[in-house]
């Protein structure tokens, strides 16, 4: 087992608003040892979509990927967004390295099924899909990845992957080289037992807690596929996951990070 990695997922509001992303990543560069950033850009690419005349579709919360949203999103994604948090991180000293799953063919998928709803191009991943031999070279070589949510199907065809997905199927795979831990970042400062009260942090969750937080609404909607993932993540060899503040980053390796997830 090689040293320690950390993964980490930045979403929500940090990554349209230029001021928090960019106080985000000065502590994101700061933490010490191997690391990966996995990030979206989903209000970038509405915006953007939007000035060309493409409508977006979503579902429940999830986007309806046609072709000209594709075109899009892969511009946005592994593009604008990827590129601009690559240049800050070189910035900050950070030596980061920008990839979509095609890159190095680290991360394939492949498109969605039909059922009741046509997803269009999104990629589902599955239990071989990432590389991990591709990115330990990246990451014995000094780089730090940073991952965008497209990826591939090896046939060219390029997909719309949810990104709290990705950062979950590569903490799994890379925990079998790597003591790994996955850091999901967003706005709030961590899991909430009021959605309201910002001061309501639950410090951890089991996984049976899980269900019982689950089943009383406390955890509901957006947030549940997010901890599913993580729990899925931990029961696969992942050490520790952690939910947190963006702009809090600086305490983790204090120890006094967001909300902590135990398998048990």
């Known amino acids: ?18 001021a928090q992303l960019q106080r985000f990543l000065e502590q994101f560069s700061a933490l010490r040892g191997k690391k990966i950033l996995v990030h979206g850009g989903g209000k970038i690419a509405t915006r953007i979509a939007a000035d060309l005349g493409i ?25 604008l967004t990827n590129k601009h948090v690559v240049s800050s991180l070189q910035k900050l000293g950070c030596d980061a390295l920008g990839l979509c ?33 591709s990115i330990k070279k990246f990451l014995e070589a000094g780089f730090t990845p940073v991952f965008s949510a497209i990826t591939h199907n090896g046939l060219g065809q390029l997909l719309n992957t949810n990104a709290d997905t990705i950062a979950s199927a590569l903490a799994v795979s890379l925990a079998k080289i790597y003591e790994t831990k996955l850091i999901y970042c967003f706005e709030k400062d961590g899991v909430l037992r009021d959605v309201n009260d910002s001061d309501s942090v639950i410090q951890s969750i089991k996984a049976d807690e899980f269900e019982q937080l689950k089943a009383t609404n406390v955890i509901y909607e957006g947030m ?20 947190g503040n963006a702009l809090n980053l600086y305490k983790y390796q204090q120890g006094e990070f967001g909300t902590c997830l135990l398998s048990k």
């Open 1 to 18: 087992m090689n040293s320690g990695l950390h993964i980490i997922k930045i979403g929500g509001n940090v990554i349209d608003d230029d």
């Open 55 to 79: 409508e977006a579709k979503l579902v429940d919360g999830r986007r309806i990927t046609n072709k000209p949203m594709l075109d899009v999103v892969t511009m946005v994604y592994a593009g």
């Open 101 to 133: 799953g095609a890159d190095g063919n680290t991360i394939k998928a492949i498109k969605r099924p039909v059922r009741e709803i046509d997803y269009g191009y999104v990629g589902d991943i599955l239990v071989d899909s990432v590389n991990p031999h």
């Open 224 to 243: 549940i596929p997010k901890l599913e993932n993580a729990f899925e993540a931990l029961g696969k060899g992942v050490k520790n996951v952690y939910i």
